[in-house]
């Protein structure tokens, strides 16, 4: 069975982190996630996981969207620290990191490089903190218009490179399906580089019922893998929050 974390940046906007994270546990859920942690109360939320006893799954990289920018390595390297110093406080082990934009001046061969130079650096302090860095392809076509990392196979082969434990691929299924397709064979056959699962139905980006993605399907493959991490909900709610929540629970 799947371990579902609720993104909680996607639902109950109305409410502060803190009661977001205790509906979540009120349904069931064992983990939530957030993107990035500036401008949080994250003495509140730490007090709400721990009066829940809810796993705090995956949180963003501060800066955000920088693993491509030019000249940028020392401010990334200190960001990861400042970054982990947070995420040790929370007890979260997992770091989401995206690119940044694509450089119209520069060839892909260019940018991945320093792609590669900066996710190995900051893989070394994820590494000195016991942390997993997961790297996420977005798709351009509907949400990300320019993002640079779009494909899995281009995320494997910077994984490969950077040549860390620390350094994994955020694999969502959103995203990927408006990108290539091809879901359950990609996470089957890339299933040792991924260190983490976003979900959303497509189109849309809603339910994980009624869209064209078969998410029972995919949550038995990702369970025949052995794959034992967390996978995200991380959509926007179209029916009442709680019962769409418990929509995506009853899948898993």
């Known amino acids: 069975m799947v ?24 349904l069931g859920f064992k983990a939530f996630e957030f993107w990035g942690w500036k401008g949080k109360d994250l003495q509140k939320i730490k007090a709400a996981a721990l009066d829940t006893g809810l796993t705090v799954a995956a949180m963003t990289l501060e800066p955000g969207f920088a693993l491509l920018r030019r000249a940028y390595e020392a401010e990334l390297v200190q960001g990861m620290k400042e970054t982990a110093r947070v995420a040790r406080d929370l007890g979260c082990r997992t770091i989401i990191v995206t ?7 520069e060839t892909y061969e260019i940018t991945r490089r320093r792609v590669v130079r900066h996710y190995r650096a900051i893989a070394r302090v994820a590494e ?10 977005l798709n351009t076509l509907v949400d990300h218009h320019g993002y640079w990392l779009t494909k899995m196979a281009q995320a494997v082969d910077i994984v490969e490179e950077v040549g ?3 350094a994994k691929i955020l694999d969502d299924i959103y995203h990927q399906q408006i990108t290539e397709g091809n879901i ?17 139905g497509h189109p849309g980006r809603h339910e994980l019922v009624g869209g064209e993605l078969d998410y029972r399907a995919i ?30 629970l009853s899948l898993a």
């Open 3 to 26: 371990q579902l974390s609720v993104c909680v940046e996607m639902f109950w906007h109305d409410l502060p982190y803190e009661e977001r994270v205790r509906r979540v546990a009120r």
């Open 99 to 105: 690119t940044g934009n694509t450089y119209d001046d």
């Open 128 to 137: 000195d903190n016991g942390l997993t860095l997961v790297l996420e392809p």
């Open 164 to 166: 860390s434990p620390a």
């Open 184 to 200: 359950i064979p990609n996470l089957t056959a890339y299933i040792r580089y991924i260190g983490h699962f976003h979900t959303a």
């Open 219 to 248: 949550f038995k493959a990702i369970d025949a893998t052995g794959y034992t991490g967390y996978v995200g909900l991380e959509y926007s709610p179209t029916i009442d929050t709680e019962e769409s929540l418990k929509q995506a």
